[in-house]
């Protein structure tokens, strides 16, 4: 049995283990930043199997070189949304390099 992984126009043949197991190519799990630990949720329509990757939480991924917002949720993101994710990673980031920072002119 073989699986067919469609990335936009190019198909993928995938084997199937004995074990039923199913390896994604390298490609697909950077694409779509896939990492061990990830859950897939399983869905069955026909005679189609769709892997649907799980995620809880909310925020900024790499997808190939582009860092990508990823969201759980169904609806879209609004503006003000935007800016507030935004704001929260500038301060995040902000404070990080404050402390790396600090740390260092106490080492010295």
Known sequence: MVLVCSI???DILVPI????????????REELSIHPGDILKISIQGNEVIL???RDSSGFVRRGHALVFSSSGGDPLNRETVEAVLAGNR???ITGAA????????KQ
């Open 52 to 54: 649907r990757l799980k």
């Open 91 to 93: 301060d995040q980031r």
């Open 99 to 106: 402390s790396t920072m600090a740390s260092r002119k106490r």
């Open 17 to 28: 283990d004995k074990a039923g197991r199913v390896v994604l190519p390298k490609n697909v």
């Open 8 to 10: 936009g126009m190019k």
